[in-house]
């Protein structure tokens, strides 16, 4: 049974290269539909579409790669936007604070799932479906259910003090030599979480944890520590995609993060076919969450009603689950 | 006299014969042992019995008459049922004793499609009632001990009209009062005309119990006799066959210091086990299946949390509920249950081969690939796994090589206590006398090693001393000059 000896295998091509070559079908019929769709402004307006978006994957992956799940990320999108907004809407107040505040509760957040899930074991899907309604509702409470947005009226009669501030707009809106700082944001983020993964002790432990949690235990491996890093990190890009939705919309829209979740999901789960890994992985799934972007931008240029989109993100996740699981029954037998 | 006969039983498993020609009677009204050591095909028989495999040749009757059984369900209508060891297969732990008891009627064809829970409260109760068990019918399942559950299992193979009966090591979970219960139960049946087979490694309640003995080795009869006409010495001559030699390339190496010491070593089978394992040293831990080796394996490690005990590697104590602990201090294992347990099979033959120590491979947090691969290639080599490369994933490998992968991946540790549990399971000849080499090769790198296992030869052949395990005790120490499989069956099975 040696590799290079396998007969080939048509389902093992698609699989390698499918989702490379939807998305490349999919921009050439778009283009040929309309031919603003391939044009840098609009390839921009993809990316900067997707980065939010892809934050919140790439956390979503360090779950699964643990072979957890995290169900919350997009309740701590709501919390981190609407709590973000309201520090300088609300209370005034500088840089350090409007990020520190956010990102704080973002790892609280994560270490809440960690003890529900680690700790106390409960079922991950269960524990992090709890708290996608804890903590939607504290963003709620929070907000009292108001987007927070600039001189808006507070219950006193009179407006909030603050606004929105330039430095942080700049984080949503601005751009570096022409590309939005977003998507600078995002390529960094998924270098840089791409590299750890791969090149560092702690990324392989962390997939060594997720490939086998006995085995890695009776090798010594620290596996409450490393699932607790994951579901911390899981939290914690999910309240910088926050943040970053916050400065990009210039409101702290509320339950913004509703439709993150599913966004996210999808985009983790494409990513685990991205070139055969066979494995969730950062590079994987920002070519997922490309592949939703492009599909999204397609789409609203077609004018297509807006309520169609979950039906065909909702086909996507299904055929990368059905791809994936496939492809583990397939090993299971060989 | 209704009498079940089963004649030249032949079964082969993937070419490999696991029955050849097997005749096996039981006759109504009489308890027949059934009897050999591991592997030798007792369970193999018995599932063809019930239905559970199908006989690639060879004929069962009842009273002469042909019968064909090809589906559990077949072996229930003609009256054969069985008792499990497994007792958790059988059940069902979410719903209650009295369902468990009258669940084939709960299931059969022509059961009501609505259920009479009075009547089937006052049923279960009843049966129970008739056995002299007092157990709540109310209860779940999930809330039952073991021994409870075991009785459960007899209670719904007994009320079912059954005519013969296979009980495969019932006494296994019970205390020795319960044990007596079964007895004074299996004596009721035996008496109202059912046949009942009766598996056990425990020899002297066989004595007690059986009126007749038959005992296979490997894939076949040796012999059947009345208990009257036979003794434990030569039931276990039988079981045994030949003493055979195997060729164990046993290097002596001299004995040095103390290295790992147990005391009181107490949790769920293990019930309070001493050891000491020296430098050089090769302590076998012998015992049938069932009698705590893996168990005790899992408490030294800190895989499963102790009860009680204490274990001190060069005088240092371990934490006892921390794999992480024993790894660190030098005492590694390698597991029984090698896909589930040790290694990763989704994962490189490198990542596998390097995941006990990366540190040692790793600068300023990241791993120095290189260094890692070389390791890789040299352990690869040194241990003569097959692969086609260090990155081919571990899954594909066989069983044999999975397993220089598993050992392989404590070799870049420091560790002075290597724990085997199993360690030749699944694993062709070839790949066997690799491992023996290997962990001979330990114990002249001055390691202490405890090799658990349940093939007799095999630790007789490898082992400097000998601890004989029998109901989570250790209940005999035999050196390797005095140890011979009788006299560790002997041991093994309860003798004293």
Known sequence: ?334 | MSTLHMQGITKQFSGVPALQGVDFEVKAGEVHALLGANGAGKSTLMKILTGAYQADGGSISIDGTPVAIHTPQDAKALGIQCVYQEVDTALIPNLSVAENILMDQLVHKNASSLISWKRLFAESADILRSFGFAIPVHKKVEECTLSEKQLILIARATVQKAKYVIFDEPTAPLSNKESERLFEIIAQLKNAGVGIIYISHRLPEIFQLCDRITIMRDGQRVATTATADTNMDEVISHMLGKSFSEEFPKVDVPIGEKLLEARGIKGGKVRGADLTVREGEIVGVVGLVGAGKTELARLLFGADPAEAGEVRLKGSKLRLDSPRDAVEKGLVLVPEERRKEGIFVEESVKNNLSVAALSKWTGLGFVRQGLEAGHAKDLVQKLGVKTANIGQLVGFLSGGNQQKVAIGKWLGTDASIFLFDEPTKGVDIGAKSDIYRLIGKLATEKKGILYFSCEFPEVIGIADRILVMFEGKIVKELTRAEATQELIMYYASGGE
Not at chain 1, 89 to 100: F, M, N, R, S
Not at chain 1, 145 to 152: D, L, Q, R, V
Not at chain 1, 218 to 247: E, H, M, N
Not at chain 1, 249 to 276: H, I, N
């Open chain 1, 1 to 334: 049974m040696e590799a290079n000896t396998k007969p080939f295998s048509l389902f093992d091509l698609v699989y390698k290269y499918g989702t490379v070559a939807v998305i490349a079908i999919v921009v050439l019929l778009f283009s040929i539909v309309n031919p603003y769709f391939f044009t840098y402004d609009n390839i921009t307006d993809i990316l900067r579409s997707i980065s939010i978006v892809t934050f919140v994957a790439v956390g979503v992956t360090f779950s699964l790669i643990v072979g957890g799940f995290d169900l919350s990320v997009g309740s701590t999108v709501s919390l981190t936007t609407v709590v973000s907004a309201s520090m300088m809407v609300w209370y005034e107040q500088g840089p350090l604070v409007t990020l520190a505040v956010p990102i704080v509760l973002s790892l609280i957040v994560g270490l809440v799932n960690a003890f529900l899930a680690v700790k106390i074991r409960i079922m991950d899907m269960l524990a992090t479906l709890a708290m996608l309604y804890i903590v939607n509702g504290i963003h709620t409470t929070y907000s009292k259910g108001y987007s927070i947005y600039a001189n808006m009226p507070m219950q006193d009669g009179t407006n909030a003090p603050g606004k929105f501030q330039d430095w942080f707009l700049w984080l949503g809106q601005g751009e570096i030599l022409s590309v939005p700082v977003p998507v600078v944001l995002t390529f960094l983020l998924v270098a840089l979480t791409h590299v750890y993964l791969t090149y560092t002790r702690q990324g392989r432990m962390l997939y060594m944890t997720g490939g086998n949690l006995e085995a890695a235990r009776l090798s010594g491996i620290p596996v409450d520590r490393y699932r607790t890093l994951a579901y911390v990190l899981s939290a914690l890009f999910a309240g910088l995609g926050g943040i970053l939705l916050a400065a990009r919309v210039g409101t702290g829209q509320v339950s913004a993060g509703g439709s993150m979740l599913m966004d996210a999901v999808a985009a983790a789960f494409v990513g685990f076919s991205v070139f055969g890994a066979g494995k969730p992985n950062v590079f994987g799934t920002f070519v997922g969450a490309i592949l939703i972007g492009v599909l999204l931008n397609g789409m609203t240029m077609l004018n297509l009603p807006y309520y169609s989109y979950d039906i065909v993100k909702g086909i996507v996740l299904a055929v990368a689950l059905a791809v994936t699981y496939y492809q583990v029954r397939r090993k299971r037998r060989a």
